[in-house]
């Protein structure tokens, strides 16, 4: 079944310059992009986004980096898409991500893991609408 789920490239596939090179990657694997655009988080947006992990020891600093530099969130449309693109960016810990994964490609650590995606696709939708309207998705089916 096509699905949607939301990506975002960190602030470290930014500031790296990756941008390319990860996008390349989800069009070989079969991903279309319906939206797609460039934002600064701030502590209130990012700390909005990541408010499910509010009061884990990692809360902070996930809010301290996403809000370091430029994001780039996209929704993603694909059969599956949930599963397949948590599938292609690998493990959180790059050192435990499978070859040829972004992670595995691109990431320095489990806390700099250059990418967002969404676990399920009732969270992928919660997710979207956080940063896209409805009238900011484009359908390529």
Do not use: W
Not at 36 to 64: N, Q, R, W
Not at 100 to 127: C, F, Q
């Amino acid at each position: 079944m096509k699905e949607r789920t939301l990506t975002i490239l960190k602030p470290d596939c930014v500031k790296d310059n990756l941008i390319g090179k990860v996008i390349d990657l989800l069009l070989a694997e079969g991903f279309k992009v319906c939206a797609m655009k460039m934002i600064k988080l701030t502590p209130e947006t990012a700390g909005g986004f990541y408010e499910v992990h509010k009061g884990k020891p990692f809360y902070d600093s996930l809010v301290e980096f996403m809000t370091e530099n430029r994001v780039v969130p996209m929704v993603l449309e694909k059969e599956n898409a949930v599963a397949e693109l948590r599938r292609v960016i690998g493990a959180t810990d790059p050192a435990e991500a499978e070859e040829g994964t972004v992670r595995k490609l691109y990431a320095e650590s489990k806390g700099r893991n250059i990418i967002h995606a969404s676990d399920s696709p009732e969270n992928a939708s919660i997710e979207i609408s956080y940063f896209f309207s409805q009238a900011e998705l484009i359908s390529n089916y």
